[in-house]
């Protein structure tokens, strides 16, 4: 009878526990959903108001304020955008130099790392002293600058894609990956005739596709955001990209504003409306790709920078 009752009591505490966890996590739950709805809202709020403002009239942006919907529907903004030959100059270079860098720097940044996963590699240390004293240490924008008009990438395209070839910090993620492929693999391979060139291309890079998404990923927001290439090295306007072209209309803008301001005299509010109108064309073609490379992205950063 004893046991029996310890045995009703000790049940009884169990499922009071159960029951004060179960409403622990329902209020916690409630509670980080609440958090989370709130924060997501104050993230996308503001890029919807510049979504809204870009669809606006020029004539009624200055007047619209925060709003959830254009006071004046209007696609005039966009048409004198894309009337811009400039504008689709700089998107196609945005495109070009994006996609042209995230496939170089992808393949270089793989074939090192696949080098230096290996222990036999020969002087693999000093390699490793280099890789981390860059990671540091550089020389600085005015050695930088010398640097590129010693090599003749002054006005040049390939100032966006030779700078860029390799990152130190993205081969330790893939040189980590491929330390986990089992060799076996590439000894298979060997007794099979393969050479090194025809396993890393057949066998380690289809293998490497989430880390290797995670890599472009990374590379590809790098580039296709990237101004401050063009503005300390471009002054060809041919060859300016997209973000670097809203900087133009950025600064034109406040200083169209501020000269406004000391002559009394009101300015249309077209610049404005083309500023708005050109961050979201530049926007748009990252946010699309983004949720086709998702996927790949936790699953790659945890493959490449988890070690078990």
Known sequence: MNITAKDNHVST???TSKKNKMKENRVFNIINIIFLTLFTIIIIFPIWNIVVKSFSSPETISSVGLRIWPKEFSLANYQIV???PTIWNAFIISVLKTVIGVITHVLLTAMV?????KQNLLGRNFYTALGVGSMFFSGGMI???LLMRSLGLLDSFWVYIIPSLFSYYDMLILMNFFREIPSSLEESA???GAGVWKIFTRIILP???PVLATIALFNGVFQWNDYMTAKLYISNEALYPIQMKLYEIIVQTQA???MSNIT???IPTTAESIQLATIVIATVPIVLVYPFLQKYFISGMMIGAVKE
């Not at 790392?113 to 996963?117: D, L, T, V």
Request: no cysteine; net charge negative; hydrophobic share 40%.
């Open 190 to 192: 060997k007794i099979d």
């Open 13 to 15: 505490n169990v499922a």
């Open 143 to 145: 050695p930088t600058y």
């Open 113 to 117: 790392a696949y080098g230096m996963s």
């Open 207 to 209: 293998l490497s596709t």
């Open 256 to 258: 169209a504003a501020n």
């Open 264 to 266: 009394s005299v009101v």
């Open 82 to 84: 894309f009337n811009d």
